[in-house]
């Protein structure tokens, strides 16, 4: 199964290539580029969230901090683009790892709470702060050029999608987080160093969502604290992970395309009712949480696993049914 | 420094509404282990149901406080099955998907809200709010509206209310056993999932009568929810997860907190020190002030 997935994998990723090759409309290149943004945004959630057992609610704040990262250097300082967004890179994963070592030792609900006060910080300071510009944010330089946007997005999510994949599905460190995500305490008596691999993780999760916040910046040229750093970006994240199936990495990439696509259709064409979207988004995290748990993905998974054939000539409920009935007084 | 007596004033009325925004969030955490991400979202809907009884009947909405418990107490007792089988599911960490469908819910109610009601905001009209008390001595003075004060008598009233029900009937004593311990609870005779379906309404309950109060002083939109959620969390984690005696302080020193802000900085810094203290108390405690949270 992993390696059909794999292969899927790549010729999906060869035919997104292909696409701007094709089609020349810049609405749907701009469609595109979307979507693939936002399934980094759920894989890297997904990170934590899926296979370690640790709900990040803050997973936007290091998408704002690379944007407001790239947006400052490439506005005040003059940096070129791709230093700028390594800068953001960086930024990110530093603020991780500084934010993650007290606040991986939370567990449960209140880490949920703790991230997700943390991320609503973050915003007021980037309310606060001249650097940012406040509650009027940034613009940088435009640079219209969509193919452009589209392939870094596209390399960057496909550069994290193969190493997620390496390391989550095929080397030990996705067993470790597994481990931790089942039984921490277990996993420390196993000889693991939770805290570590903890930090490991949310790094890991959180330096690529940073590069996409980069690459967003300079691609939508305006940035600020309600739509970079607010609820909103966290928010869908989780629900297409949610939906998708937590714990796989295709999951969140089939609910990243699924609820993109559903977002887009009813802004194109139900926008007069854009409250509705709202309304349907919440009523389908509830439904998949109560009759989908699996999720999507995982839905699909178990129905088409086989189920275990018990030979002939060993069959439990074969030899019962021959047993004599005993016949009524 | 003349400020300060109308600063302290101004929290403990204040951080009265606050008890009763976190009292049953706290109620249903200690129960059933959720946390429910909609909690500002049930006030948002009890204000509105209190605005429009209120512009229907024109009568003071103070009256119908009741109305609105029934009403929500319902719906949350209609509602707790399904949370029950979210938090009971066979997947790994039910407590997380609660998170998750409580969330689901939060962005539901928003979005029927904001079609329903629209974007603008409105307050709801009371008799009370026209009046204040001023007192006076010598250079010092106190100015205290009559509706925030019946806003702090209606949060005391429903915390003795229920620290009567908790500690004096049988139904309190069955709530205690089942937070204590879910399994034991059972095995005396305590049908878990009817008391926490009628924990649960009360939560909602009180959370939506809270909402009418808060439609009374402050103004009432439909966006309003998350920042409720805000403070209910923090007043709840403040007060460790569960444990009710905490919240009136707890909800009493974020009271100080905007206030003091309010009157000695500037209100921009508000929410950030709210999340920075949030934060800051997860860490160093997260059991809450008291060390008495689950």
Redesign the interface.
Known sequence: MPRKVLLWAVVMTAVLAAVPLIVHDTFYLRVLTEAVMWIALAITWDVL?GYT?Y?NFGHGAFFGLGAYTTAILMGHAGWPFPLAVAAGSVLAAVAAFVAGM??L??K???F???T???A??VQ??A??LEITGGPDGMRLPPFLHPQFFYYAMLSVTAAVFFLLWYLLETAPFGLKLKAI??NEAGAMALGLNPARIKIQAFILSACPAGIIGGIYAYWITYIDPASTLG?LIT?QA??MA?FGGLGTLIGPVLGAIVLFAFKTYFWAYLSD?Q?????????????S??FL??GLWGSILSCTAKRPQLSKAFHPLETKKEAPEVPNA | MLLLPQAIVDGLLIGGIYITIAIGFSLAYGVMHIIDFAVGEWIMLGAFLGYYLNQWFGWEPFLFLPVIFLAFYIVGFSLQPLIHRVLSGRRGNPVLMGLVFTFGLALMFRGLALTGFGFFSRSISSALAEGSWFFQSGNFFVTIPVIRFAGLSYALAVTLGLHYLLKKTDFGLAVQALAQHKESAGLMGINAKRVSSHVYGLYVAISAMTGTIFGCIFSISAQMGPDLTVFAFFVVVLAGMGYLAGVPWAAFLLGFVQSFFLIYLSPAYTLLAVFAILYTILLISPTGLFRKGV
């Open positions: 969230a057992g709900l007290p606040t030792r939370l449960g609900a209140y949920a709470i703790a997700w006060a943390l609503r910080a007021q300071v309310l606060i995500r089942e609820d928010d989780v629900v949610v009712y409250v509705l979207y709202l309304i349907i988004l919440g009523a389908l995290i509830a439904f949480v109560v748990p699996e």
